[in-house]
């Protein structure tokens, strides 16, 4: 097992930057997924840590070893892609034995590494097919195969499910990671389904714009997120915002439309100071007479209804708010809505979060347990 820590690191096409000062430490088997929108610098931090991009500045070191200037061969490290990266005219056998023969392993012990990889991934029947003669799945498990065989010091898997459906990409993911704490291995996972890196992972990192937002276990970053983006961004169905102002200890959403502050909250600063308020849609229930008055409350005309068998989703304007507040409540069971109806929901006020409105930040509401 191998700590992989990152430094410093920067890097830029031309003149322009990818990369921004990036610091990260990797600990020994542990699962690591990278996340964040396209364009956000998550594959091209994968590939540096595997040697196929020459970075600008700072430094990677495996262990006590740097690898920051070494070439993809000598870091040790198996990559896994998105297009398999199988070669067409050799056969499965072949195509895992490929690597070890290069390195001019003896042949005994590549069949042993295949013989157990062919086990562990159930691919002892598709040893003499081509690539041609597989599924997407079976192509998928060839390529993670070839990995195992190299017994490197990292996997680095670089959206290795995005060509396979949906069905099969949550066993894939099953698979994926059972195999990961069989064998121990440190992993870096690159995915853009922010799902997948919360089913998965034992940290996430999420990046955007070439700079690391946060880093946490998937449930920190769900329950505590470091500000507006990694809130929108963690989480499906997205948080909703609702612009607030702070005024008499409440937050005012319009001339007749507020909610209270939970008592523990501390100062959040000059009154009349705007906010956003986020609840995600999952934590919407809906409000009736008998519920605690001191429970935060608004009217949702509902414009758009989805039955999904055990939830249901209510898109819809909040009423008298000072914006023209478009939210997503999802609720539990089969409601008897229709569109055009008014409902009121509301929410626990420790589930609620509070974000400055410009810049973003997360400010501190104790939340209780």
């Known amino acids: 097992m191998t700590q992989i820590q990152i430094s410093g690191l920067s890097k830029a096409y031309g003149p322009q930057p990818v990369l921004h000062d990036i610091d990260l430490t990797i600990e020994p088997g542990e699962f690591v997924a990278l996340v964040g929108p396209s364009g956000c610098g998550k594959s091209t931090l994968l590939r540096s840590i595997a040697g196929l991009e020459q970075t600008d500045r700072g430094s990677i070191h495996f262990g006590t070893r740097e690898v920051t200037h070494l070439p993809a061969q000598a870091r040790e490290v ?13 056969t499965v056998y072949d195509n895992l034995a490929f690597g070890p023969r290069q390195r001019k392993e003896p042949e005994a012990q590549v069949r042993q590494r295949i013989d157990k990889a062919a086990r562990t991934l159930h691919l002892g029947d598709y040893l003499k097919r081509y690539p041609r003669q597989l599924s997407g799945g079976q192509r998928q498990r060839v390529a993670m195969g070839r990995a195992l065989v190299r017994e490197p010091r990292a996997f680095l898997f670089d959206e290795p499910l995005s060509n396979l459906d949906a ?42 714009g070439g700079r690391i937002e946060q880093v946490g276990a998937p449930l920190t970053l769900y329950d505590t997120p470091a500000n507006e983006f990694v809130a929108r961004f963690v989480g499906s169905p997205p ?37 956003n308020l986020g609840v995600r849609p999952e934590h919407f229930t809906l409000a009736t007479e008998a519920a605690d008055a001191a429970l935060p409350s608004l009217p949702l005309r509902v ?15 909040v009423l008298g708010a000072h914006d023209e507040h478009r939210i ?42």
């Open 78 to 90: 198996a990559m896994v892609f998105q297009s398999y990266a199988l070669y067409p005219h050799m």
């Open 303 to 317: 414009q758009g209804i989805d039955h999904l068998g055990s939830q249901t989703e209510l898109h819809g304007q």
């Open 328 to 369: 997503l409540a999802r609720l539990p069971g089969r409601l008897s809505v229709a569109v055009g109806d008014v409902v009121p929901l509301s929410w626990a006020p420790r589930l609620q979060h509070l974000f400055d409105l410009d810049s973003g930040v997360a400010l501190s509401v104790q939340r209780a347990a």
């Open 239 to 275: 948080m909703n915002l609702l612009r607030a102002r702070l005024q008499r200890g409440r937050l005012q959403l319009g001339p007749e439309l507020h909610v209270p502050l939970p008592a523990s909250a501390p100062s959040l600063g000059d009154e009349g100071r705007w906010l």
């Open 167 to 208: 069905q099969l990409r949550v066993q894939m993911r099953a698979e994926i990671r059972l195999l990961q704490r069989e064998f121990g291995t440190t992993t870096v996972y690159v995915t853009h389904d922010q799902e997948e890196a919360m089913t998965m992972a034992d940290r996430v990192v999420v990046l955007r």
